[in-house]
């Protein structure tokens, strides 16, 4: 990326964006120094983040592909991340063409890139801006309104973002009022960072995303079950990456992905 380019649009390219770091983190393109500078030191601490990110980015798939095989034909990304391949709309695609897809993020830099996705399918493609701390605002937004129908079964999906919601945003809130807002039959699809195990390269990972554009908040493994409240877990539960339905066998040891996940029903 140009960083002269972005800068003329008003970016700020000197801090970390927790997106682009992502998109570092999978081998891509669209970052800047300071976002590639931020990563190499996490790296340096935890250098099993880049298999945790792709892991996250084989789960959502997998989760995804599972959700549009069991009819879900509505989807609602939040915190969307930089678009790279198989993401939502690729992999529900294949599957179901008439499906329909919001992105939603508040990254202009994320909203440019995924907005060139939409190509001649603006029908069935959306890309929003919006806060996930603020989820009223993301549901009552007109793109959103016209673009999903909340009378039907959807797929929600909170992927490697709720690990940048604090504390004081009240993460069981946010959750619980996008569970209100979806009707029955519909899923959340979720996976968080968790420090269990690894408490102190924690620590230190999380002071240098204190440095970008959102904090790092690692939960315990019961803390990010208990966001699930008034879902019901489908198999094979609350596990790490690797164990979510794998497509192969999963590694000798899953807790290297840094990152558990489930997809729950609601009744």
Sequence with gaps: MVEEEWVGRGI???????????????????NFAADRSAAEQILSIVPELRM?????????GRAVRFMAEAGIRQFLDIGTGLPTRGSVH???????????????????IVLVHARALLGGNQDKITVTSGDLRQPEEILKSPEIQ??????????????AIMHFITESDDPRRIVATLRDAMPPGSYLILSHGTHEGRLEAA????????????????????????LFDGFELVDPGFVWLPEWRPDGSPP???????????VGRKA
């Design 52 to 60: 945790g990110a792709q892991e996250n980015r084989a789960f959502l």
């Design 203 to 226: 620590d230190k990972g999380s002071k240098i995303y204190e440095r970008a554009n959102s904090p790092l908040v690692l939960r315990s493994r019961q803390e990010i079950l208990d």
């Design 90 to 108: 690729e992999v529900v695609h294949q599957i179901a063409p008439d499906a329909r897809v919001a992105y939603v993020d508040n990254d202009p």
């Design 12 to 30: 700020d390219v000197n801090t970390p964006s927790v997106a682009r770091m992502y998109d570092y983190y999978l081998g891509g393109k669209d």
């Design 252 to 262: 000798a040891d899953p807790s290297q992905a840094l990152i558990m996940c489930g």
């Design 146 to 159: 016209d673009h999903l129908d909340f009378s039907k079964p959807m797929a929600v999906l909170l992927v």
